[in-house]
């Protein structure tokens, strides 16, 4: 009896998708999987890809299995074992198998303080201090996050070739540095924390509004983030970021069921059905803030970001939002962590607060200082601001400016049809 779900001849663009869509929820699980198991990060990635390869020559013509995650974690594997065999190390790999299994025998039944996790394991491998930065977010991202290089280069505003020369590099070095696939002990979860809470939110941006592609929602990616988060804030219950980073994805996916329409369309704030908004998500998202502030160390940019999200989460509609507040909370966000991200946020909450002019006035001094001149946000912002002037034929040129500058299918069309509607407005 066959696994695949089907007898029938399958669409193979079909096919195609499923085995692209399989990849992206399971192959930061993969590749965790084979890092264990080999002690090789590259290794671990090439034989993963390898079965990626594979799952696109066979499913086609066998069908889509009812795992596919276990299907590739299991061709990777059997890859592994082959490659041991072309090195002549299968013996050698066989006695030390031996000796993890007695000492996974004489370990101790329960310690409070063990992540038994390959993906958490993962990220502080990637994370580690002997890369840059630079390097540690864009391996992470690209094994972990399963964001392509196009895409880690386009939120960085840099060339292909420059985020595909980190990863190479990023790799060299852990092979070079013998880096262990282990979560750290607790002395030295101060030299990677940062980096690793940065890289989970960056993962989690890319699920809330996915950088290219024709889904704008990348669900799956925003529950594994969310998921990482919370064991990161459980080993470290005294860092408030942690907790902060916590509350900020809990109150951003409250809103997710509400963010798209059944086919897909993105549906704008303004017009979300806030009765669909996951409410439990929001009392955990509010009692992971508390986490925070029970701490006494104050609130640091994701703690900050999260205070803003549960003021649109706890109002009845966007007339109803305490934007005074959040006018507030993004200056003192600009003050311990300034962007043009921030800047931009903050005049939309200007916008709501005070009214389009002054928050035009701010963001034509953004656009005059050349930051995000590469991304859609700016043009779109301006557009929503002159088109609210009652400025059509102006605001139409930046909708379709952000329209042209846009990677993601879903929202480009969104840009369009605002385009549109500011002529006719």
């Known amino acids: 009896m066959t696994d695949a779900t089907s007898r029938r001849p399958p669409d193979e663009a079909a096919v195609r998708r499923a085995v692209a869509a399989v990849w992206r929820i399971e192959s930061a699980h993969v590749v965790a999987t084979l890092t264990r198991m080999s002690g090789d990060f590259d290794l671990a990635e090439e034989l993963a890809q390898e079965a990626f390869v594979e799952a696109l020559e066979q499913w086609p013509r066998q069908g889509v299995p009812r795992n596919g995650g276990a299907w590739l974690t299991t061709t990777a594997k059997r890859r592994l074992i082959d490659t041991w065999r072309r090195r002549e190390r299968l013996d050698e790999r066989y006695r030390a198998l031996a000796r993890d299994l007695e000492q996974q025998a004489d370990a101790p039944g329960y310690d409070p303080d063990r992540i038994d996790d390959d993906v958490l394991r993962l990220v502080f491998t990637a994370c580690h201090p002997v890369l840059s930065r630079e390097a540690r977010v864009a391996l992470t991202l690209r094994v ?228 995000l001149r590469a991304t859609h946000l700016l043009p779109s912002v301006r557009g929503e601001l002159l088109a609210r002037l009652g400025r059509g034929d102006e605001a139409r040129a930046e909708f379709l400016e952000a329209a042209a500058r846009c990677g993601n299918l879903r929202e480009r069309a969104v840009l369009e049809r605002k385009a549109a509607e500011a002529v006719t407005a």
């Not at 890319?206 to 669900?219: D, T």
């Not at 983030?225 to 996916?253: S, W």
């Not at 003021?311 to 109803?320: E, K, L, Q, T, Y």
């Open 144 to 371: 972990v996050g399963g964001l392509t290089t196009e895409e880690i280069a386009r939120a960085f505003v840099v060339p292909v070739a420059t985020v595909q020369q980190r990863i190479v590099r990023a790799k060299k070095t852990l092979g070079a540095a013998h880096v262990p696939f282990a979560v750290p002990e607790r002395d030295e979860f101060a030299d990677r924390l940062g980096s690793v809470l940065g890289v989970l939110y960056l993962i989690f941006n890319e699920a809330h509004s996915a950088s290219s592609g024709e889904e704008l929602l990348r669900p799956e990616l925003g529950r594994e983030a969310l998921r990482l988060a919370r064991m990161v804030a459980e080993l470290v219950p005294g860092e408030p970021e942690a907790h902060g980073l916590v509350a900020l994805m809990e109150f951003t996916a409250a809103r997710f069921p509400a963010r798209v329409t059944a086919d897909g369309a993105p549906v704008l704030l303004a017009d979300q059905d806030r009765s669909r908004w996951d409410r439990s998500a929001i009392a955990r998202g509010r009692a992971a803030l508390a986490r925070a502030d029970a701490t006494g160390r104050g609130r640091g940019a994701y703690g900050l970001q999260a205070a803003i999200a549960e003021c649109h989460d706890v109002a009845a509609s966007v007339d109803d939002t305490d934007w005074e507040r959040i006018v507030l909370l993004y200056e003192a966000l600009g003050r311990i962590a300034p962007s043009p991200v921030v800047e931009l946020n903050r005049a939309v909450a200007v916008s709501m607060a005070e009214g389009p002019a002054t928050a035009l006035r701010m963001v034509d001094d953004l656009a005059a200082s050349g930051a």
